[in-house]
């Protein structure tokens, strides 16, 4: 598989590559939120039985919080709690409410160890939903990747997959983290081997 970049770092590559066969975070994650979606063509979101009228009543109980789920289709799909207009191309075209991301407030109380809700459940709750909402956006827009971290010598040293998101943010530094334990260990190594090839 070719790499989409390659980083020199202390004599080291790491190759960074796109993840061709990453895990739905729907359907292969344990979720705080129900994503509760409806579309003719694409699946998404999470397996449920509800109608849209089911669900527009869910959504309306008090013991629920509940976040639109927007999805803007155009040459490919992204999800957000937030609209598109003014933020995508053909928004006004290509984008509309699929559904909505939920959780109920026991379930919320349960979650963060609270005697009951409050306003700090619930924005804990609601950053919640939203960072499970920007994940399985990445997964839809193929923002996955996996690296290969390369010796000077041209040696595999370690590969890792499924880092959602930028790879800047997360798996650059993961990657930064390994070469320089392995310059240490070799350092080491050296110096230990030295006295005996003497």
């Known amino acids: 598989m070719e790499a989409i970049e390659k980083i020199e770092y202390k004599g080291y590559t790491i190759e960074v ?3 061709e066969y990453p895990m739905n975070p729907r359907k292969e994650w344990d979720n705080a ?8 063509r694409h699946d998404l979101g999470d397996k449920h039985e509800m109608t849209r ?3 527009q009543d869910y959504v309306a109980r008090s013991d629920v919080i509940a976040l639109p789920l927007m999805l803007y289709d155009h040459g490919g799909i992204s999800i957000s709690t937030r609209s598109f207009y003014g933020r995508a191309q053909h928004a006004e075209w290509d984008s509309g409410q ?4 939920t959780i109920t407030k026991a379930q919320a109380i349960k979650k963060w160890g609270h005697k009951k809700f409050s306003k700090g459940v619930l ?3 609601v950053k919640c939903l939203e960072g499970e909402v920007e994940t399985y956006d990445q997964y839809l827009r ?4 996996g690296f290969d971290i ?5 040696e595999d040293v370690d590969s890792c997959w499924g880092f959602y998101g930028d790879p800047e943010e ?5 990657c930064r983290a390994i070469i320089d334990l392995n310059v240490t260990d070799r350092a080491a190594f050296a110096a230990n081997i030295a006295p005996i090839l003497t």
């Open 123 to 125: 924005a804990r709750a």
């Open 170 to 174: 997360y798996m650059i530094p993961e």
């Open 33 to 40: 939120g129900l994503m509760i979606c409806f579309h003719r």
């Open 53 to 55: 009228g089911g669900a």
């Open 142 to 145: 193929g923002e996955v990747y």
């Open 17 to 19: 590559h796109q993840d």
């Open 150 to 154: 390369k010796s000077p010598e041209g």
């Open 98 to 101: 699929v559904g909505w991301i």
